[in-house]
């Protein structure tokens, strides 16, 4: 028979996997708008920019003027896109307050639990000044465009222009590199709708740190493998399950482009004034899937369940095959030896995947 804390935490579990779907569902109507946004502004972008190369002499172009040409052209497109990402933000930490402030109060149970109050506005505000990653929002936009966009056309000026193949080469680097474009845009809203989560949760946990002083790593639960890199990545699995106090020096979440942990609140169901229920042991959902992809950018799920635990408790109980797939052969080895746990795999303070020969030692 399951505790009354088993019963919270599978209610806290649960709780932020619904709303993370719902995420998932805001994010996609944001992206569609984006990602129409980053189409036209491509279709304008290489019409000018090609007009500019008719009425030029190509064979005299050199790097430096097309960068500039490019900035000049796109400076609307990346001041939008950070406009709309730094709206997209803050409609979600506003949104994510009130969903976490019902997630910790047990859907309005525990009438102690204090709310936050801050607007869209202020969110916005907030991610436009405070980096992710190093970088503020229209930093990420400046370097995504300069390392897809602008590199693509670099390579067509230092390999096809001076083998005398005449302008169409930039042209086509350029539509391709728009389209590596599409791709960061959506890697940077997935991470900025995740950080704005991640905010929201920790000034809840901050505003009622007498019931929730301490917070918890949890990761995805999915098949990771060493020669893709797909599935949870190694990082967040080691740290899945690792508990900090509020104030500790603990890794950013998220931790990564695309990531998906969150941070769950260490709670006491006596301090949230709840009554003693007993229900099903804590769990929550893990997925594995194939290695390869099976058509339309997917790959086939080839097994479900629930699991009960951290990610470490699941990997001891998948095959051997599996557990080398996500940690290596070195690694396993180690563990196997019981001379590191799996926690062992990641510096605690930083999230830094540690080195094989600092394991060993």
Known sequence: MSTTQQMLDAYQIARNL??????????????????????????????????KLIRTDWRTVREEAVAAELETLSAG???????????????VGETALGTHTDILSVGGASPAIQEVAL????????????????????????????????AQVKQAIDVEVLRGKGYR????????????FRDQAEVLTRTYVQAANVSAQEAVYRKNRDVAHRVKWSAALESGYAATGRGTCLRCAALDGRTWDLDETRPDCPLHPRCRCVLLPVTDWRKLDLPAVEIRDAARPYTVRADEMSGADRRAILEVGMQG????AWFEKRGRAFRRNVVGPQRLQLIEEGR???????????GRLRLVRELAR
Not at 119 to 140: C, K, N, R
Not at 169 to 180: A, C, D, H, Q, V
Not at 340 to 350: K, Y
């Open 309 to 312: 635990g951290d990610y470490g």
């Open 77 to 91: 497109l990346r001041r939008q896109l950070a406009r709309d990402l730094g709206r997209t933000a803050g409609v």
């Open 119 to 150: 607007s869209a506005a202020q969110f916005e505000s907030f991610f436009a000044s405070t980096p992710l990653g190093g970088h503020v929002i229209d930093d990420w936009v400046g370097r995504a465009f300069t390392s897809t966009v602008q």
């Open 18 to 51: 619904r709303w993370r779907y719902a995420l998932d569902q805001f994010e996609s109507g944001v992206l569609r708008d984006l990602l129409s946004t980053v189409d036209a502004a491509r279709r304008d972008i290489a019409r000018e920019f090609e007009q």
């Open 169 to 180: 080469p930039m042209i086509r680097k350029l539509e391709s590199g728009f389209g590596l």
């Open 340 to 350: 590191i746990g799996f926690s062992d795999l990641v510096d605690p303070r930083t």
